[in-house]
C-alpha cells in the first residue's frame, strides 16, 4: 500500500523548535519524528512513500538526500506545496493515487499497526476511515450545572472526561479525491463533513496502543521521554 505523509505545516505550535527548522525533523532520539514515522511503515509493508511538504522544504528533501541506507529500503517521492493547502487539499497534488492508501500527519509518534487499519477499512467497505485514540481530558475546576433560574443542579470537582479523537492517521479510497478541489485549501475536518453530507461510508478505528501528537513543547518533552523509554515498541 502507498502512503502520503502531510509535512509542509509550520508547526507554529512547536515554537521556538520549528522557527528555522521543520516540524517533522525534530527529532526523537537521534532520529527524526518523520523518520521514525517512515520506518514504522517499512515494517508494516509500506514501500511507497510520498511526503507532501512546503515550509523549509529544502531542509526535508536535503535531510533524505543523505538517508541513502533509507532510500534502498523505500521509493520515496515529494510533492511541493505553492501554498498551504490545507490538511487535505495537498492530497489533490499528488500523483497516481488510484488505489487505497494511508495518510497520515508527519509529527505523529504511535505503534499502530498499520496493516490491521488498512485490513478494518476494506472490511468495513469505507470510503475513509480515521485511526482513532482515547484521550482523557481533565478539568482542574469545580464544574457546576444549573438551569435557567440559577438553581445548581450538580456540582463536579475536577472532573474527567473521555473523548475519541483523531490520531491523524487515515486509510483513503481515491473517490475521496472528488471532494478535492485542486489548489484550493481545504482542512481534514472540512473534508470529512462533505462526506458525511453526502451521505458516503466514513469509519473510525479504535487504537488502544502508543501515540503522541507532537503539536507543542510539552507534547514534544512527553514524546521524547516516550521514545526514550519505548523505544522498542516502535521498533518492532
Known sequence: MRAVIL????????????????????????????????????????????????????????????????????????????????TAGSLALVPGLTETFLAMNGDLLTDLDFRKLARFHRE??????????????????????FGADFQLTGYREKPRQTFHVSMGVYVYEPEVLRYIEPHRYLDFPDLVLRLL???????????????????????YARAQELFAARREAFEQ
Not at 515550509?55 to 532510500?71: G, Q, V, W
Request: hydrophobic share 40%.
Open 124 to 145: 468495513q467497505g469505507a470510503l475513509l476511515t480515521i485511526a482513532t485514540h482515547a484521550r482523557e481530558v481533565k478539568i482542574d475546576l469545580g464544574v457546576m450545572e
Open 7 to 86: 509535512a509542509g505545516g509550520k508547526g507554529t505550535r512547536l515554537q521556538p523548535f520549528t522557527a528555522s527548522f521543520p516540524k517533522p525533523l525534530v527529532p526523537l532520539g537521534d532520529t527524526p519524528v518523520v523518520e521514525v514515522l517512515i520506518r514504522r511503515l517499512v515494517r508494516c509493508g509500506v514501500r511507497d512513500v510520498t511526503l507532501t511538504v512546503g515550509h523549509l522544504a529544502e531542509l526535508i528533501k536535503s535531510y533524505f538526500d543523505h538517508r541513502r541506507s533509507l532510500a534502498r529500503e523505500i521509493k520515496l517521492s515529494f510533492v511541493e506545496e505553492e501554498e498551504p493547502l490545507g
Open 197 to 219: 453530507d453526502a451521505g458516503e461510508r466514513v469509519r473510525a478505528y479504535l487504537n488502544d496502543g502508543l501515540w503522541l501528537d507532537i503539536g507543542n513543547p510539552e507534547d
